[in-house]
């Protein structure tokens, strides 16, 4: 059986790392969960260590299994990135889009369509979430104020040795 969180973390090795606009490098984080287990998370790697931008596969999707493939459809990824509250959606989107969010989709595109071991649809649905937060909850302390993309989309990773991939 192939595990899809396997192959895509597998595939997501090869993502280059994001700089910020001081020039500081970043590597991401890449986890899979449903909203409980994203709370859970953060909350547990609540260290001063950055675990931005984060790659999150949302819980649930439907996976179907043949020989030596998988397929999902409406499989969604949230991207990520940890933000500044008074800031506007235009300056949101010059700093934390532009420079942080889209090019990790660019490059997460990138590395789908030269992995060996994936095939996945050129069809991409996004939704913009900027000044994100879940503070509707009273039993979580902790309220984490995002930026993200959500990028949903289809497609079939296959059992193939995963060769390297070349930015």
Known sequence: ??????RFSEIFEYLPMIANAKGDLFKHTFMYGDQKQLLDFLKQNNTGLSNYPLIWLVYPYTEKHTRSNVSFSNLSLVLAVETNT????????KETYAKVLIPLFNNIKKCFNKANVANINDEYEIVKFPNYSDNGDEEN?????????????NGTLNSNCLQPIIF
């Open 141 to 153: 302390a902790a309220t984490y104020v995002w930026d993200a993309l959500k990028i949903t989309f």
């Open 86 to 93: 008074a800031m506007l959606n235009e300056q949101r989107m």
């Open 1 to 6: 059986m192939i595990i899809v969180e396997n």
